[in-house]
């Protein structure tokens, strides 16, 4: 979601971020993306998360065939094409900056007979909800979206106004300070959270959370 700045002399080990292009292979297609870490930072490279989401789907932790489905903070796409590839009827989003970007890659890798399964869209967290509907989404899908503590709370908002009481988000992530554990308290406040993957080798956990029944006083 946040668009970071290029900065030179960065550790070797974010060289592949650095890269013009990334390649995959999922859902019997070869996915081909565009990066541009020097133009628009994290929300144009594929961060490891994407990757382990992206598997996640493959090995059908979630039901996608026929379902309607957003993504948030999408980057380069790579979730919501694959999610698009396995049958979902996807809402690709991210912030207009990105938006372009994001087309064009979501454009390049879906084939022309399923060119309308997926869409671009602006969506900032907590803004203009409206224009989405309230419970319109059988699943939400987030890849590294939870490092930002100034977002925690229009990100939340925002899954609130996406979910039905059936719907079902799936959020990967790398744990890497104490606010990302705060983030997972204050979203098992209002949802039934629970791990459904670990990838060790990548140090990114997969969260699956269904929105919690309304509390009834006595």
Same mark, same amino acid.
């Given at each position: =979601?946040?668009?970071?700045?290029?900065?030179?002399?960065?550790?070797?080990?974010?060289?592949?971020?650095?890269?013009?292009?990334?390649?995959?292979?999922?859902?019997?297609?070869?996915?081909?993306?565009?990066?541009?870490?020097?133009?628009?930072?994290?929300? &144009?490279?594929?961060?490891?998360?994407?990757? #382990?989401? @992206? =598997? @996640?789907?493959? =090995?059908?932790?979630?039901?996608?065939?026929? $379902?309607?489905?957003?993504?948030?903070?999408?980057?380069?796409?790579?979730?919501?094409? #694959?999610?698009?590839?396995?049958?979902?009827? %996807?809402?690709?989003?991210? /912030?207009?900056? &990105?938006?372009?970007?994001? *087309?064009? !890659?979501?454009?390049?890798?879906?084939?022309?007979? *399923?060119?309308?399964?997926?869409?671009?869209?602006?969506?900032?967290?907590?803004?203009?909800?409206? /224009?989405?509907?309230?419970?319109?989404?059988?699943?939400?899908?987030?890849?590294?979206?939870?490092?930002?503590?100034?977002?925690?709370?229009?990100?939340?908002?925002?899954?609130?106004?996406?979910? *039905?009481?059936? *719907?079902? %988000?799936?959020?990967? @992530? $790398?744990?890497?300070?104490?606010?990302?554990? !705060?983030?997972? !308290? =204050?979203?098992?406040?209002?949802?039934?959270?629970?791990? #459904?993957?670990?990838?060790?080798? /990548?140090?990114?956990?997969?969260?699956?959370? @269904?929105?919690?029944?309304?509390? /009834?006083?006595?």
């Amino acid at each position: =979601m946040a668009l970071v700045p290029y900065v030179e002399n960065s550790l070797p080990a974010l060289s592949k971020l650095h890269k013009s292009s990334a390649h995959f292979r999922f859902a019997d297609h070869d996915v081909h993306l565009a990066q541009d870490w020097k133009t628009l930072g994290v929300a &144009a490279v594929v961060w490891d998360a994407a990757v #382990v989401m @992206c =598997m @996640c789907l493959e =090995m059908g932790k979630v039901e996608l065939q026929g $379902k309607v489905a957003i993504e948030l903070g999408a980057g380069t796409g790579l979730v919501g094409i #694959v999610a698009a590839l396995l049958g979902a009827s %996807v809402t690709i989003t991210d /912030r207009e900056p &990105a938006l372009d970007f994001l *087309s064009a !890659n979501v454009k390049a890798n879906l084939p022309s007979d *399923s060119q309308g399964s997926a869409v671009v869209s602006e969506l900032t967290w907590g803004e203009s909800l409206e /224009r989405y509907p309230a419970g319109g989404f059988d699943l939400v899908l987030g890849a590294d979206i939870v490092y930002l503590e100034d977002t925690f709370v229009p990100l939340l908002q925002t899954l609130e106004h996406l979910c *039905s009481d059936t *719907s079902v %988000v799936l959020l990967a @992530c $790398k744990i890497r300070y104490e606010r990302d554990t !705060n983030f997972l !308290n =204050m979203l098992k406040q209002r949802f039934r959270t629970e791990e #459904v993957y670990y990838d060790k080798q /990548r140090d990114i956990h997969v969260y699956k959370a @269904c929105k919690l029944a309304p509390r /009834r006083d006595l």
